[in-house]
């Protein structure tokens, strides 16, 4: 059974960091893009970033860019979403999902990270 | 990177049919066939209901279906049943690397 499992959100201050992680299982995860999807409170889905299957290529949504940083490890079948300079704006449960065929097929939970001082 | 347009509610009684829209640009939904659509429950992660515009993972039923015209896809659901009383999100590829959702519809079952 596929699971992804997020942890690491939390309360931080603007200007503060914070490093959220993914726990693969179920499925060999070296085989897989994985991406980082946001969710403020109330309002809708949003696209955040994504990684090759190795590591090598990255990108990301305007609104993060210069600022979080994605990043795996296949050995720990982990994803990694570093995030810098947090503001307000970025409050959302964040989602982490494998992508096949471009589509994101299975989602985890959700972690909540709440920037507020 | 906006995001596809999509109206913020729809609605219908049960064992009637409704229809989405997700209107997007040349440079995402009309220029690729990478659109995706998404069942949200409210406090539940999303999950997948259609890729590659038409596509039906294993496990979503056949009252679920997927099309494209130019530069905007639409979800159709038909049979409406209570359960699919939900959020539903489009997702397109947008080119280098970067993907945008749509803004989302509140789906109500009268």
């Known amino acids: 059974e596929v699971q992804l499992v997020e942890s690491g959100g939390g309360l931080v201050q603007p200007g503060g960091s914070l490093r959220l992680s993914c726990a693969a299982s179920?499925?060999?995860?070296?085989?897989?893009?994985m991406q980082w999807v946001r969710q403020a409170p109330g309002k809708g889905l949003v696209w955040v970033s994504r990684?090759?299957?190795?590591?090598?290529?990255?990108s990301y949504a305007d609104s993060v860019k210069g600022r979080f940083t994605i990043s795996r490890d296949n050995a720990k079948n982990t994803l990694y979403l570093q995030m810098n300079s947090l503001r307000a704006e970025d409050t959302a449960v964040y989602y982490c999902?494998?992508?096949?065929?471009?589509?994101?097929?299975?989602w985890g939970q959700g972690t909540l990270v709440t920037v507020s001082s | 990177q906006s995001a596809l347009t999509q109206p913020p509610s729809a609605s219908g009684s049960p064992g009637q049919s409704v229809t989405i829209s997700c209107t997007g640009t040349s440079s995402d939904v009309g220029g690729y066939n990478y659109v995706s659509w998404y069942q949200q429950h409210p406090g539940k992660a999303p999950k997948l209901m259609i890729y590659?515009?038409?596509k039906r993972p294993s496990g979503v039923p056949d009252r679920f279906s997927g099309s494209k015209s130019g530069n905007t896809a639409s979800l159709t659901v038909s049979g409406l049943q209570a359960e699919d009383e939900a959020d539903y999100y489009c997702?397109?590829?947008?080119?280098?690397?970067?993907?945008?959702f749509g803004t989302g519809t509140k789906v109500t079952v009268l």
């Open positions: 590659e515009v038409s």
């Open positions: 990684v090759y299957s190795d590591g090598s290529i990255t």
């Open positions: 179920g499925f060999t995860f070296s085989n897989y893009w």
């Open positions: 997702s397109s590829y947008a080119g280098s690397s970067n993907f945008v």
């Open positions: 999902a494998r992508e096949t065929i471009r589509a994101k097929d299975y």
